[in-house]
T-cell receptor, first 113, second 115 residues
Framework: DGGITQSPKYLFRKEGQNVTLSCEQN?????MYWYRQDPGQGLRLIYY???????QKGDIAEGYSVSREKKESFPLTVTSAQKNPTAFYLC????????????FGEGSRLTVL | GENVEQHPSTLSVQEGDSAVIKCTYS??????FPWYKQELGKRPQLIID?????GEKKDQRIAVTLNKTAKHFSLHITETQPEDSAVYFC??????????????FGQGTTLQVKP
């Protein structure tokens, strides 16, 4: 069953700890994205990758890091430098064309206590 | 960089009425404009998109219009039904040569259709 899988669905962490959110896709998509969703602010782009071993910062990259060692995987690390990390995080992927449909995962809700 | 503004933030209509959501974009090079629907607790899903070489596109009760000169595009939903209640996001990207692949979203509109 093809799709994009995020884990964990819910995550609680103490302030000052780094956390890594997983994103895996078996759609053979070249491009992968991480968005942050906050009420009233829509979907804001954190990082994106159009090809393996390459990625670019989005609009709110500060305090986050990513890697793209495999085509199928694009993990996001929320570091202790992120000032307000509590949010809903969405991973997405699409084919290499910039006008292809974006397929989203079900999201990961991170709460920092 | 690209900026997308979306209005209104909330919209409440009676079942059967029409709903219109409007977006403006800043990058004149943008040429791809999709709309996504996110039902409560679910992932966003594409409902319709338009490219800059056309001014309007329809799919049953949903239509999107694009005004390149004014740099705005709109989503029109006719004969609204309770199942249309959701958050709707517009987005814009530049799909031309040398594009960065970035898709920038608006702030979202929460549509409530009252039975």
């Amino acid at each position: 069953d093809g799709g994009i899988t995020q884990s964990p669905k819910y995550l609680f962490r103490k302030e000052g700890q780094n956390v890594t959110l997983s994103c895996e896709q078996n759609l053979n998509h070249d491009a992968m994205y991480w968005y942050r969703q906050d009420p009233g602010q829509g979907l804001r782009l954190i990082y994106y990758s159009q090809i393996v071993n390459d990625f670019q910062k989005g609009d709110i990259a500060e305090g986050y890091s990513v890697s793209r060692e495999k085509k199928e995987s694009f993990p996001l690390t929320v570091t202790s430098a992120q000032k307000n990390p509590t949010a809903f995080y969405l991973c997405a992927s699409r084919t290499g064309t910039a006008t292809g449909e974006l397929f989203f995962g079900e999201g990961s809700r991170l709460t920092v206590l | 960089g690209e900026n997308v503004e979306q209005h209104p933030s909330t919209l409440s209509v009676q079942e059967g009425d029409s709903a219109v959501i409007k977006c403006t974009y800043s990058d004149s090079a943008s040429n791809y404009f999709p709309w996504y629907k996110q039902e409560l607790g679910k992932r966003p899903q594409l409902i319709i998109d338009i490219r800059s070489n056309v001014g309007e596109k329809k799919d049953q009760r949903i239509a999107v219009t694009l005004n390149k000169t004014a740099k705005h595009f709109s989503l029109h939903i006719t004969e609204t039904q309770p199942e249309d209640s959701a958050v709707y996001f517009c987005a814009a990207s530049n799909g031309g040569s040398g594009n960065t692949g970035k898709l920038i979203f608006g702030q979202g509109t929460t549509l409530q259709v009252k039975p």
